[in-house]
């Protein structure tokens, strides 16, 4: 009788221990609800482009201030390696879908993204990026379109979508230089205030925000750009936080994929330190307002970067690249502020898409 007794309370301990941990959360268990969510994307930021910044920053990262941590499975509907249009979409959406597809399914019908769905509920939204906002990130967000290169569709897709703030480069896909169209002049219509700025925002203002920083690409940090990615982050913040009911924000640090690309280690590195400021702001602001969750990811990694050496003290780094272009590996999610347990653990980046739905409450 005393070892029936012993393994039964042996089994509630260990229950506990998983529920209670944050390591396995069913569909069907309560979760803390969230005010807020910060969702930020570094784009083709896998584990060593975090390590090379951490190295060359000489040990220090507001990323590593995260409690939980857990990795996402990026490849496509189509792929074993995925574009930042699937990738993305897979973490807007839920869905996997095609490479090069944004907010479509593989059939190309729409699919409602977090932000539409948070919208619809009265959640204030807003997207940044250090690219175009039409760029694939930010656009399977908000646009639904079979080709990530349709930059004009995906501008006119920002029509009616009732975003609050967005902030990026690529103006020229909203004002054609021809003439032939002005989807600026259209969201004026619909009362936004499209800004070249950031000086211009005003975040107590009521009217809904369109900042274009650039005609098409912004600068690169190690050519200049300066703090715009922390600045826009919390102008931005600040703004959305003025809804009673809270908000949903993607924010990307865009060219860290480009870096990859480019097999640069120090445009990687410089792209990496800067997104971690932004993340450090984010932190912060989960600090002052409970009830914020921020997420930290990857749509997948990019030029297959190794470190072969380096020094924390002095932030020397050796580091290679094995290609110009994307590679298939499981890319981390850090999680910070209420409900971040149940981002810990391995799996698909369309359950990203899942939890956040479910701690709004809009699933």
């Excluded at 190690?222 to 809270?246: E, F, H, M, V």
């Excluded at 792209?271 to 400021?277: A, N, Q, S």
């Amino acid at each position: 009788m005393y070892g029936v007794k012993h393994r039964i309370i042996l089994f509630m301990i260990l229950a506990c221990t998983i529920t209670c941990t944050g390591q396995q959360v069913s569909d069907t268990e309560p979760v803390i609800r969230v005010k807020n969510i910060i969702l930020m994307i570094g784009d083709g930021m896998g584990v060593t482009q975090i390590y090379s910044a951490y190295t060359v920053n000489k040990g220090h990262l507001y990323l590593f201030e995260a409690p939980f941590t857990g990795f996402s499975l990026t490849y496509s509907a189509d792929s074993y390696i995925t574009d930042s249009g699937a990738g993305a979409t897979a973490i807007s959406s839920g869905k996997k879908t095609n490479n090069y597809s944004v907010g479509v399914d593989t059939n190309g019908k729409p699919l409602r993204t977090i932000l539409e769905s948070a919208e619809e509920k009265g959640l204030s939204t807003g997207l940044i990026a250090t690219s175009p906002i039409t760029h694939a990130t930010p656009a399977a967000f908000i646009a639904h379109q079979v080709s990530r290169n349709e930059d004009a569709k995906i501008a006119e897709d920002f029509i009616g979508s009732g975003i609050d703030i967005f902030i990026g480069g690529g103006m020229l896909h909203f004002e054609d230089s021809s003439g032939f169209y002005n989807f600026s002049d259209t969201l004026r219509d619909e009362g936004y205030k499209i800004v070249y700025s950031l000086n211009e925002i005003v975040p107590a203002d009521n009217a809904n925000v369109g900042c274009f920083m650039a005609d098409l690409d912004l600068t690169r940090m190690i050519d200049g750009r300066g703090d715009y990615l922390p600045q826009a982050t919390n102008i931005a913040l600040a703004k959305l936080s003025r809804n009673k009911n809270g908000f949903f924000i993607m924010i990307e640090g865009s060219q860290i994929d480009w870096g990859g690309h480019a097999n640069d280690i120090q445009y990687v590195v410089s792209e990496m330190i800067d997104f971690d400021k932004a993340v450090g702001e984010a932190f912060r602001f989960a600090d002052e307002n409970p009830g914020t969750l921020v997420i930290v990811t990857a749509d997948h990694e990019t030029g297959g970067l190794s470190i072969l050496n380096g020094n924390i003290t002095t932030g020397e780094l050796q580091a290679n690249f094995g290609t110009m272009e994307h590679t298939p590996v499981m890319v981390p999610v850090f999680a910070y502020g209420t409900g971040a347990d149940i981002f810990a653990g391995v799996y698909e980046n369309t359950e990203i898409y899942d939890k956040m739905m479910r701690v709004l409450g809009l699933k």
